[in-house]
Every structure is written in C-alpha cells, then in structure tokens.
Antibody, heavy 121, light 110 residues
Framework: EVQLVESGGGLVQPGGSLRLSCAAS????????MNWVRQAPGKGPEWVSY????????YYADSVKGRITISRDNAKNSLYLQMNSLRAEDTAVYYC??????????????WGQGTLVTVSS | QSVLTQPPSVSAAPGQKVTISCSGS????????VSWYQQLPGTAPKLLIY???KRPSGIPDRFSGSKSGTSATLGITGLQTGDEADYYC???????????FGTGTKVTAL
C-alpha cells in the first residue's frame, strides 16, 4: 500500500525551530518529486515547498522563503522540512504530498495524514 | 490571498448536478494543467481530477473536469450525501514559480 506518514509536529515558541519528517512506504521515493503543503485551522491548503527527484530543483513559497529548508534522503525513503524562525502564522497541519509522475501537469496524487505544528508562547 | 477564485459554496438536492468554477489567469490556469481535490472533514485532500479532465483510478465518473481559457470547472453528477466536502482547484503558477490552490468551495447536499 502506498503510504506517506508525517511526524515531528508539536508546540513550539515563536522564533523556535522544528524538523518535520515524512516516511514513504509502498513505493520508491527516489522516483518522485515531493512537496510540503500546509493548512491553517479553518483555511484552505497552502503549498509550501517542492523538491525534485534528484534535489536539483527546489522551490519555496514566498511566505516561508529564507526560514524553511526542504530536503530528502532517497536511501531512507524520507522527506524533511526544517523550519526556523517560526511565527504564529506558521501554525497549521503540514502534509507531505507526492507528485504524480504519469501526469502532464503538476498534481499531488498521494498525501500523508498530516502533522500539526502549533507556534505559540 | 489565493490567485485562484472559487465560489464559497454550492448546493443541490441529492441526485442532482453541481458545478464549481475556478478562475485564474494566463500565468496559472491559462498555461498549465488543473487538478481538483476533495477534502472530507478531518482528512487530507484527495486527488479527484488531474490534467484538467482525467480521473485517477477509483474515482467515479460522476466527477468530471474541464478547462477553457483561464477558467476550469468541476462537475459532480448524481450528488450524494457522501460528496459533502470542501473542493479545491490547483495548478502551477509560472510567474510565481509556485503551486497555487483555489479559495475552496463547500458542497452541500440539501
């Protein structure tokens, strides 16, 4: 079964750091580009970051640029998101999402269950 | 503030049809493929439509997608109570170098 499982969320103070992980199973992570998408309480999804299969292409949303770093370890079938200088507005459920390789356009065909990040003092 | 605009809500009686519009611009919908996602309460978004009008395996043909110019539309026929959810369009924005989601539409079966 294809599965993505996020971990690492929790309560952190403003200005703090957190590292999220996403473990992939049921498929070979190295064959897929990956993303992080977040959803604040009561809001719609907001794309956060993209990393290509070989890590040579990376994109970030303007709202997190300079504070967040996406990375991957294909040997461990894992995706990561290092978040620094966290703000209250970063409070959200963070999902990892896989890019469908059979599609002509960018589309997210598999999502994890999400991990909640709460930034509060 | 999203660059893709959707109506906040649509509703219809069970068995009827609803359509959801998604309006964008030439930098996103106009030159890129559109996807649609369904999000049931308390769950992660689920892919419904990709490449404007293709359905992933397991998605019933009651769901359909289309695109014209800088707008896209999701159609749901034979509306069921189980279809009550939030629906989001999404596509790549070439000017922003970012993936963008629509504002979201809540579907209600009256």
């Amino acid at each position: 079964e294809v599965q993505l499982v996020e971990s690492g969320g929790g309560l952190v103070q403003p200005g703090g750091s957190l590292r999220l992980s996403c473990a992939a199973s049921g498929f070979t992570l190295s064959n897929y580009s990956m993303n992080w998408v977040r959803q604040a309480p009561g809001k719609g999804p907001e794309w956060v970051s993209y990393i290509s299969r070989s890590r040579n292409i990376i994109y970030y949303a303007d709202s997190v640029k300079g504070r967040i770093t996406i990375s991957r370890d294909n040997a461990k079938n894992s995706l990561y998101l290092q978040m620094n200088s966290l703000r209250a507005e970063d409070t959200a459920v963070y999902y990892c999402a896989r890019v469908e390789i059979a599609a002509d356009g960018t589309t997210f065909d598999c999502w994890g269950q999400g991990t909640l990040v709460t930034v509060s003092s | 503030q999203s660059v893709l605009t959707q109506p906040p809500s649509v509703s219809a009686a069970p068995g009827q049809k609803v359509t959801i519009s998604c309006s964008g611009s030439s930098s996103n919908i106009g030159n890129n493929y559109v996807s649609w996602y369904q999000q049931l309460p308390g769950t992660a978004p689920k892919l419904l439509i990709y490449d404007n009008n293709k359905r992933p395996s397991g998605i019933p043909d009651r769901f359909s997608g289309s695109k014209s110019g800088t707008s896209a539309t999701l159609g749901i026929t034979g509306l069921q109570t189980g279809d009550e959810a939030d629906y989001y369009c999404g596509t790549w924005d070439s000017s922003l170098s970012a993936y963008v989601f629509g504002t979201g539409t809540k579907v209600t079966a009256l």
